[in-house]
């Protein structure tokens, strides 16, 4: 087994170098870096004796996102699914070459690359456990900011989505959070459809 602290250390300095900054807390960090702790802490909470691999993996869940932009990509629903599959193969190489420079074994280094290319998503509980915690970070985090930019159709069916991704243990989680009134009205709305 290699040394999973070190990794989590190389995705971070990786993350740190994002140009995009997000505000928390007054202070501007860049925005990749945020995630991937969001994402950690998340982690945690939901399945505190999570192992080093769905750990590494949930830490590098937008290792260097910034790198790939939406827009080199062609408008629309097609261009917007090369995208995230494209991201999902990066994330894992990227994942996977820190993990290898750690002493990570190829087998251990393959399970990673699966968990984040969402390789058999229902059969797999590490790679479920990572779209939980995938999804309630953007619930908890994102969602407000992003129903503001989107129609709330839209909103609704993306939270539908989202919704059917999710395990048991993440829904759970999801509606233990405590949303603004207007991310919680749309998360209601999709709920009920």
Not at 91 to 115: P, S
Not at 124 to 140: A, G, K, R, S, Y
Not at 165 to 174: D, I, L, Q
């Amino acid at each position: 087994m290699g040394n999973v602290e070190r990794a989590l250390e190389m995705i971070d300095a990786a993350n740190a170098r994002d140009p995009n900054l997000e505000t928390v807390c007054g202070e501007k960090q860049p925005k990749e870096l945020v995630y991937g702790r969001r994402m950690s802490a998340c982690l945690e909470r939901l399945a505190p004796g999570a192992s080093d691999l769905v750990r590494i993996a949930a830490r590098a869940q937008h290792i260097e996102r910034w790198t790939v932009p939406r827009d080199s990509y062609p408008e629309g629903k097609k261009g917007y699914h090369r995208w995230r599959t494209d991201l999902g193969r990066f994330h894992a190489d990227r994942a996977g070459e820190i993990m290898a420079a750690c002493g990570y074994a190829g087998t251990e280094i393959g399970k990673v690359r699966a968990m984040l290319r969402k390789k058999n998503l229902r059969s797999d509980p590490d790679t479920q456990l990572l779209e939980d915690t995938i999804c309630v970070v953007f619930l908890e985090n994102y969602l407000s900011g992003f129903s503001t930019r989107h129609d709330p159709e839209k909103i609704v069916d993306i939270l539908r989505k989202t919704w059917g991704k999710m395990s048991p243990r993440g829904r759970e989680a999801a509606l233990a959070l405590e949303l603004g009134e207007d991310a919680r009205r749309l998360v209601e709305r999709a709920l009920a459809q």
